[in-house]
T-cell receptor, first 115, second 111 residues
Framework: DAGVTQSPTHLIKTRGQHVTLRCSPI?????VSWYQQVLGQGPQFIFQ???????GRGNFPDRFSARQFPNYSSELNVNALLLGDSALYLC??????????????FGPGTRLTVT | SQQGEEDPQALSIQEGENATMNCSYK?????LQWYRQNSGRGLVHLIL?????REKHSGRLRVTLDTSKKSSSLLITASRAADTASYFC???????????FGDGTTLTVKP
């Protein structure tokens, strides 16, 4: 079975632009989470979606938004990009969103560079 | 702020030796997971231990959890050069999809 997939792999944007990152979870997984990983640090939780509803939000500004589609894939949107948004954006899926605990599986990430 | 803190920040050992990494956290948890990451790529799930478990094994990996001390350890036995990577612990007070990560331990295994 395919693992978590993310697109694009790399992205270069200019300050002030917006970006959309995409994620497809493992087949059968209903929960998708997004994390931001700045170089040299651990991932930081941004959002969790389960059954198309937001189930958690980390300490990120409103410029960050996300949604989950009926097929459980997800998009992360970031508006008005700042240099500090440059990071590896990781998507993770798990079987359930509330019951658990269930293991979380990560995709390869999208490397975003803001210039 | 990060809840989990890994110790040491960096560890360098010879192939065949054992590697032990520690993780401390601050609040009560439902579960704790360990992950490996190679060179800024995606994280690979290694093992999940529940709050009511004290020890878990998976191949060359052994994880312990002490909820009274709010700490966990990851032991890699008979290390290999391919084990060179960053290792992260992640804690969740509810489901694993809202995990809080530490900044990781960078392990270098010399052949």
């Amino acid at each position: 079975d395919a693992g978590v997939t993310q697109s694009p792999t790399h992205l270069i944007k200019t300050r002030g632009q917006h970006v959309t990152l995409r994620c497809s979870p493992i087949s059968g997984h209903k929960s998708v989470s997004w994390y931001q990983q700045v170089l040299g640090q651990g991932p930081q939780f941004i959002f969790q979606y389960y059954e198309k509803e937001e189930r958690g939000r980390g300490n990120f500004p409103d410029r960050f938004s996300a949604r989950q589609f009926p097929n459980y894939s997800s998009e992360l949107n970031v508006n008005a990009l700042l240099l500090g948004d440059s990071a590896l954006y990781l998507c993770a899926s798990s079987l359930e969103g509330d019951l658990g605990p269930y293991e979380q599986y990560f995709g390869p990430g999208t490397r975003l560079t803001v210039t | 702020s990060q809840q989990g803190e890994e110790d040491p920040q960096a560890l360098s050992i010879q192939e065949g030796e054992n590697a032990t990494m520690n993780c401390s956290y601050k609040t009560s948890i439902n579960n704790l997971q360990w992950y490996r990451q190679n060179s800024g790529r995606g994280l690979v799930h290694l093992i999940l231990i529940r709050s009511n478990e004290r020890e878990k094994h998976s191949g060359r990996l052994r994880v312990t959890l002490d909820t009274s001390k709010k700490s966990s350890s990851l032991l890699i036995t008979a290390s290999r050069a391919a084990d060179t990577a960053s290792y992260f612990c992640a804690t969740a007070d509810t489901n694993a999809g809202k995990s809080t990560f530490g900044d990781g331990t960078t392990l270098t295994v010399k052949p």
